[in-house]
């Protein structure tokens, strides 16, 4: 048994025994929360700032920001959101960091590289809220599918056997497409910084580019990747889904500042939000979502390039055709609108993984600052829905390696492929 998985089934252990205690104490946990509500509810409940600019890229999963504010989910809670549409992750940093922005649908891992200042200029920021599971993946040029380099196996022995500069594009340094697709190069024995060259390109850009050559593959939220299979010039070879099911993507992130200084405003977003997610997760909601999204100051699609995809109908432009059942979600019981401190945690992980922080850092400690958990728990109580009583949560992603937040520093130096 190696060091790691040794030192992880002795954490298993410590922590199925302190989960059976929080459940059999579930009632008194419960209290304590309805306790810190109604402690807050003893000052003035009505949000300090009751407008408020929330930004966004045109992608799927931007829906429940954009359905908040067009069904008027944020009325109920005394709130207007208008929704900002953004150019790029970099812009949506900036306008966050000076406050142009109030917040935004944003990558996760973009947050935490602002607050420890390795993804922009440093800043406390914070996370209200987790936006989305699921639903982006990676996507190939056609011109692989003559050289069988169709997953991540085939890429591998074409990387090794006809030599040249292949060219694999994110969209943030520090964000979710870069870390996928730099575990599953990985996962496959590529090295994403020695065996390949990567870019960042913005997701609405990415067909357009690939489309004259200036990418091999590239990983993006949807519709990105359906779109590159309508026009012909790309297909999916693994969706992120299958890299890990359920994972964290889009938060709703803002500043550390903003939360001290408008929690109830905070609180009432929160709130708007995780009452569209649950509108959105019918699936029989989900064409006029479509069509909503689709519109030109959101998307700005055909509503039949988003609309597959989020009812979970993938094809994946190299003849397979399949039901997915982990497909984009909104909200899932509260399980997706949560944010988990392991979620964040793991993020740091692979910024350690890759070089993107030189030193671990007290991964525990940072995930606490950024993950606004308790204003959370707040928020479900005003929204009238329950939230997971544990903060963290267990998966096993795709090379077989399972991540639980019990041991991050030996997680992030245990990988066979890392700077």
Known sequence: MSKYKKAQSQAICRRDFLRTAVVGTGFAALGLAGLRTKAWAAGSDAPEKPEVNIGFIPLTDCASVVVASELGFDKKYGIKITPSKEANWASVRDKLVNGELDASHVLYGLIYGVHLGVGGPKKDMAILMSLNHNGQAITLTNQFKAKRAVDGAGLKKLIDTEKREYTFAHTFPTGTHAMWIYYWLAAHGIDPFKDVKTITVPPPQMVANMRVGNMDGYCVGEPWNARAIQDNVGFTAVTTQEIWKDHPEKVLGTTAEFVHKYPNTARAMVAAIIDAGKYID???????????????????????????????QYDNGNGKKWKDDNYLKFYN?????????????????QHKRWGLLKEDVDYLAVAKQVNQVALYRQAATLAKVSAPVSEMRTAKLIDGVVWDGSNPKLYAGNFKVRA
């Open 333 to 349: 019981d509260g399980k997706v609108t949560f944010p988990y401190l392991s979620d964040g945690m793991w993020f740091l992980t």
């Open 282 to 312: 019918t699936m029989a909601n989900r064409l006029k979502v479509a069509q909503i999204i689709a519109q030109k100051s959101y998307v700005n699609t055909a509503e039949d390039v988003i609309v597959g995809r989020m009812q979970g």
